[in-house]
């Protein structure tokens, strides 16, 4: 019998919104759930701090974050991946 191994990281994927530190990424991560009186589906967003050791993602940027230790007191982020650049205007 095989078993799929669940990986105990957590992962969030989400929108670069700011980049103007120094080897950190702000990333705005949005979700979407159903009101639990009401019932309608209501939108919700979280903001994360995200450590970028190479200072390669910019403004706009689609990206996959993993939860690491804590790299300073406001980041225990790290970026994964790039999944989507940001269109240039």
């Not at 700011?18 to 705005?28: E, G, I, N």
Request: glycine share 4%; hydrophobic share 35%.
């Amino acid at each position: 019998m095989t078993e799929v191994k669940k990986s105990l990281t957590r992962t969030l994927v989400g929108k670069v919104v700011s980049d103007k530190r120094a080897k950190t990424v702000t990333v705005l991560v949005e979700r979407r759930v159903k009101h639990e009186l009401y019932g309608k589906i209501v939108s919700l967003s979280s903001k994360y701090h995200a450590h970028d050791e190479k200072g390669e993602y910019k403004m706009g940027d689609l990206i996959e974050i993993t939860e690491s230790r804590p790299i300073s007191k406001t980041k225990n982020w790290v970026v994964s991946k790039l999944l989507q650049k940001a269109e240039l205007v």
